[in-house]
């Protein structure tokens, strides 16, 4: 009986629908694994067809098509170690998410997904069958249990496997980033672990997919949920893990611990690398953005310098009348510290044509918002002229204060193919504006020092569409405005909870109404990177047409 067991974990960025690239990225791990001597080469949750492919799993010529991709794949990898990847798989008429256990040229195992993940940004009762509990699958003459991501989040299918004979636990994940997530996933590990008395290994995907960024982290805990290694959030790695058989049954050799970032770098590395992934993924390699001299811009911009590289990012100033002279300065500054081209393009003569040809039927109204939008409709317009002439992908600049009530323009400033900021609060821009100021990484391709001029960051936010226009005259101060969304939508709490916080109830009320009123708008808004629990698109989805208010 063999003493050591050496698995090569292939901590990787697939693409959703891509099954032959994401087989190449497959066949590169198991060569790895089978130069390194391992016994087994482990690949996460879906890896053939990229998750979380939504509906696009239930087309039968797809998951046919990955089907045969696996099994392709299972007869060139025939000498060498053990391959486990993730695949859908038909069996009968049902459709499951499964690990495949290659050997010798075929599919030797099949592991079927059993508590299928129905919140958040998964539909997986919608998409696949439920498989049975199941037992562990050999690897020579060593029996390895793999719960499926969910599975693993839930002790009957561990204690199962482990009451069938499992020597140790490998866990094939697809799972997003939230802000916390890490340790949420280590503390239901922990308690796998001490339950069953198993080692595990937790293995997880990384890369971008839409809103979602899988964000790596794999690790390995031994008996009483020690940790035995921890590879780098984030990061595409092939790494070789060595188990060792003790009296008690197998344990992790022990190996590097990573440092895992801390919140603040998890999101903006969740932010670039979202786009630089939506990006890469969908075939763009420029983007542009309208610079307003005003923080949300300047942060989307720098966020696309680090995801794109600065040469790739043009930043426009589409002035009017109402642009400040120091929005003028600091814009320009800001794309100038970034590396980025700057484009200066005034729309007053292009707004004064509008109005002209409107003048008719405006006659005997007073100007208002309509004027105010029609500024911002007109920077649209040539933000997505741009787009199109150039082959430059817009991003939108909305942070997640102003998605939430509407305070932005459909089809002006809302325009555009990505939202990098789309789930961070205002007040958290202003904050993470300090961060990046002072942090540098070397997955960023942007430079590094103070980006972001300092009084982009201090002065008073505005839109700019009439004289002494303040954000404030709209809207309660961002710290109190974010700390009521963050009851009502993150939370999913009342107006009771706000005025239990200290708020005004008819001002929560008005924020609620809003809330609810911008729906329609958020519905046609650009998709973009999932930071919690709480974000805009499939976490929370809402009616369009409601008529219920919150009547506490």
Same mark, same amino acid.
Request: aromatic share 8%; glycine share 10%.
């Given at each position: 009986?063999?003493?050591?067991? %050496?698995?090569?974990?292939?901590?990787?960025?697939?693409?959703?629908?891509?099954?032959?690239?994401?087989?190449?990225?497959?066949?590169?791990?198991?060569?790895?694994?089978?130069?390194?001597?391992? $016994?087994?080469?482990?690949?996460?949750?879906?890896?053939?067809?990229?998750?979380?492919?939504? @509906?696009?799993?239930?087309?039968?010529?797809?998951?046919?098509?990955?089907?045969?991709?696996?099994?392709?794949?299972?007869?060139?990898?025939?000498?060498?170690?053990?391959?486990?990847?993730?695949?859908?798989?038909?069996?009968?008429?049902?459709?499951?998410?499964?690990?495949?256990?290659?050997?010798?040229?075929?599919?030797?195992?099949?592991?079927?997904?059993?508590?299928?993940?129905?919140?958040?940004?998964?539909?997986?009762? %919608?998409? !696949?069958?439920?498989?049975?509990?199941?037992?562990?699958?050999?690897?020579?003459?060593?029996?390895?249990?793999?719960?499926?991501?969910?599975?693993?989040?839930?002790?009957?299918?561990?204690?199962?496997?482990?009451?069938?004979?499992?020597?140790?636990?490998?866990?094939?994940?697809?799972?997003? &980033?939230?802000?916390?997530?890490?340790?949420?996933?280590?503390?239901?590990? #922990?308690?796998?672990?001490?339950?069953?008395?198993?080692?595990?290994? &937790?293995?997880?995907?990384?890369?971008? *997919?839409?809103?979602?960024?899988?964000?790596?982290?794999? !690790?390995?805990?031994?008996?009483?949920?020690?940790?035995?290694?921890?590879?780098?959030?984030?990061?595409?790695?092939?790494?070789?893990?060595?188990?060792?058989?003790?009296?008690?049954?197998?344990?992790?050799?022990?190996?590097?611990?990573?440092?895992?970032?801390?919140?603040?770098?998890? @999101?903006?590395?969740?932010?670039?690398?979202?786009?630089? @992934?939506?990006?890469?993924?969908?075939?763009?390699?420029?983007?542009?953005?309208?610079?307003?001299?005003?923080?949300?811009?300047?942060?989307?911009?720098?966020?696309?310098?680090?995801?794109?590289?600065?040469?790739?990012?043009?930043?426009?100033?589409?002035?009017?009348?109402?642009?400040?002279?120091?929005?003028?300065?600091?814009?320009?500054?800001?794309?100038?510290?970034?590396?980025?081209? &700057?484009?200066?393009?005034?729309?007053?003569?292009?707004?004064?044509?509008?109005?002209?040809?409107?003048?008719?039927?405006?006659?005997?109204?007073?100007? /208002?918002?309509?004027?105010?939008?029609?500024?911002?409709?007109? %920077? /649209?317009?040539?933000?997505?002229?741009?787009?199109?002439?150039?082959?430059?992908?817009?991003?939108?600049?909305?942070?997640?204060?102003?998605?939430?009530?509407? &305070?932005?323009?459909?089809?002006?400033?809302?325009?555009?193919?990505?939202?990098?900021?789309? @789930?961070?609060?205002?007040?958290?821009?202003?904050?993470?504006?300090?961060?990046?100021?002072?942090?540098?990484?070397?997955?960023?391709?942007?430079?590094?020092?103070? #980006?972001?001029?300092?009084?982009?960051?201090?002065?008073?936010?505005?839109?700019?569409?009439?004289?002494? *226009?303040?954000?404030? $005259?709209?809207?309660?101060?961002?710290?109190?405005?974010?700390?009521?969304?963050?009851?009502?939508?993150?939370?999913?709490?009342?107006?009771?909870?706000?005025?239990?916080?200290?708020?005004?109830? $008819?001002?929560?009320?008005?924020?609620?109404?809003?809330?609810?009123?911008?729906?329609?708008?958020?519905? *046609?808004?650009?998709?973009?990177?999932?930071?919690?629990?709480?974000?805009?698109?499939? $976490?929370?989805?809402?009616?369009?047409?409601?008529?219920?208010?919150?009547?506490?």
């Amino acid at each position: 009986m063999a003493d050591t067991f %050496r698995i090569t974990l292939g901590q990787l960025n697939p693409t959703v629908g891509d099954i032959n690239g994401n087989v190449v990225k497959a066949r590169a791990a198991w060569e790895a694994g089978r130069d390194a001597g391992a $016994d087994m080469v482990a690949l996460p949750e879906m890896f053939i067809t990229g998750y979380n492919a939504q @509906d696009l799993v239930m087309k039968p010529a797809f998951h046919a098509a990955a089907m045969q991709a696996a099994e392709a794949l299972a007869a060139e990898c025939a000498d060498g170690p053990a391959l486990a990847i993730g695949c859908p798989w038909v069996e009968g008429a049902a459709l499951y998410n499964a690990y495949l256990i290659c050997k010798g040229g075929k599919i030797a195992s099949r592991v079927l997904k059993h508590h299928l993940p129905n919140e958040t940004v998964f539909d997986e009762v %919608r998409v !696949f069958d439920a498989g049975p509990l199941g037992g562990p699958y050999s690897v020579g003459n060593t029996r390895v249990g793999s719960p499926i991501c969910e599975d693993a989040w839930h002790g009957d299918v561990a204690e199962t496997l482990e009451e069938t004979g499992a020597e140790f636990l490998l866990v094939p994940n697809g799972s997003p &980033y939230y802000r916390g997530k890490f340790d949420t996933r280590l503390n239901h590990m #922990v308690a796998r672990v001490v339950e069953t008395g198993l080692p595990l290994i &937790y293995l997880n995907m990384v890369g971008g *997919q839409d809103d979602q960024v899988f964000d790596g982290g794999t !690790f390995g805990l031994n008996a009483g949920g020690a940790l035995a290694f921890k590879l780098p959030a984030f990061d595409e790695i092939v790494t070789h893990i060595d188990l060792e058989r003790c009296p008690g049954g197998w344990r992790i050799v022990e190996g590097h611990v990573a440092q895992h970032p801390d919140e603040w770098e998890q @999101d903006y590395r969740v932010m670039v690398q979202s786009l630089r @992934d939506y990006c890469g993924k969908t075939g763009f390699k420029k983007v542009l953005l309208g610079m307003s001299g005003g923080v949300d811009s300047a942060l989307v911009a720098t966020i696309a310098a680090d995801a794109l590289g600065p040469d790739n990012v043009r930043c426009v100033m589409l002035p009017s009348e109402y642009t400040s002279p120091h929005s003028l300065e600091d814009a320009e500054a800001c794309a100038k510290a970034l590396g980025c081209r &700057y484009d200066y393009v005034p729309i007053a003569e292009t707004r004064a044509a509008v109005t002209s040809t409107l003048a008719p039927l405006f006659e005997g109204t007073e100007e /208002g918002l309509t004027e105010e939008n029609i500024q911002s409709r007109i %920077r /649209g317009l040539l933000l997505m002229a741009l787009s199109n002439k150039f082959g430059e992908m817009l991003l939108t600049t909305g942070n997640k204060s102003e998605v939430a009530v509407g &305070y932005a323009t459909i089809y002006g400033d809302m325009s555009g193919g990505y939202n990098p900021i789309k @789930d961070l609060y205002k007040t958290r821009v202003f904050q993470t504006c300090h961060w990046r100021n002072a942090n540098h990484r070397d997955w960023m391709m942007g430079y590094e020092g103070e #980006v972001i001029p300092e009084r982009i960051i201090t002065k008073p936010p505005s839109a700019e569409l009439r004289e002494d *226009q303040k954000d404030s $005259d709209s809207l309660p101060d961002y710290p109190d405005l974010d700390a009521m969304l963050d009851i009502l939508v993150d939370q999913d709490g009342s107006i009771a909870d706000c005025v239990a916080a200290g708020f005004d109830a $008819d001002v929560a009320r008005k924020v609620e109404r809003l809330i609810y009123l911008s729906e329609y708008k958020r519905f *046609q808004s650009a998709p973009g990177a999932r930071l919690t629990k709480g974000a805009f698109w499939l $976490d929370r989805r809402y009616p369009i047409v409601n008529g219920w208010r919150d009547p506490s």
